[in-house]
């Protein structure tokens, strides 16, 4: 079973429109840190934000904002006011901390277009 | 800031030849990583090392692979024999003992 999915395997807007990157986990422990890291077409992975799985708190950066929902066990990244240079692959990651795993999970990604 | 450095960029190499990859990472971490993303997929994790030694490692980090910190800076990934398969970007990571990983910038293996 995976244990983050990303359902949208691509997506496309128009630039200054807004985009949702769904990401979905799957986790038995009670203590566990959510990541998104953004892969332009360089190819390195670039860290966005983490969440503890005890702060519910949306968190806001700029045109970024993260929508945590321990209910659904989502962790949706929103871009407002898209621009081209958010143009990527962005993966979503899990850490489990009460496992003893000491690695991240990923999803396999949403791309991102953005048309100018 | 400071970085995980990584070299080559790309590597390439011809079937069953030894490569190996290395990494810089942040000198005051404690725990290292690499990780493969093989084209079009998603980034998979390999092994973590910590304390002079392999803390974990997945299914795919089989024989063939091996990690080594020779000196105080350097952590490198040796793969023996490769196989076409093995052919994927690899990054190195590392991190305090917090949760936030750094990742280098990746080595594009081609195994030709």
């Known amino acids: 079973a995976q244990k983050v999915t990303q359902a949208q395997t691509e997506i496309s807007v128009v630039e200054k429109e807004d985009v949702t990157l769904d990401c979905v986990y799957e986790t038995r422990d009670t203590t566990y840190y959510l990541f998104w890291y953004k892969q332009p077409p360089s190819g390195e992975l670039v860290f966005l934000i983490r969440?503890?799985?005890?702060?519910?708190q949306n968190e806001i950066s700029g045109r970024y904002s993260w929508n945590f929902q321990k209910s659904t066990s989502s962790f949706n990244f929103t871009i407002t006011a898209s621009q081209v240079v958010d143009s990527a692959v962005y993966f979503c990651?899990?850490?489990?901390?009460?496992?003893?795993?000491?690695?991240?999970?990923f999803g396999t990604g949403t791309r991102l277009t953005v048309i100018p | 800031e400071p970085e995980v450095t990584q070299t080559p960029s790309h590597q390439v190499t011809q079937m069953g030849q030894e490569v190996i990859l290395r990494c810089v990472p942040i000198s005051n971490h404690l725990y290292f990583y690499w990780y493969r993303q093989i084209l079009g997929q998603k980034v998979e994790f390999l092994v973590s090392f910590y304390n002079n030694e392999i803390s974990e490692k997945s299914e795919i980090f089989d024989d063939q692979f091996s990690v080594e910190r020779p000196d105080g800076s350097n952590f490198t990934l040796k793969i023996r024999s490769t196989k076409l398969e093995d052919s994927a970007m690899y990054f190195c990571a590392s991190k305090t003992g917090g949760e936030k990983l750094f990742f280098g910038s990746g080595t594009q293996l081609s195994v030709l």
């Open positions: 969440r503890n799985s005890f702060d519910e």
């Open positions: 990651a899990l850490l489990e901390r009460q496992t003893g795993a000491n690695n991240l999970f």
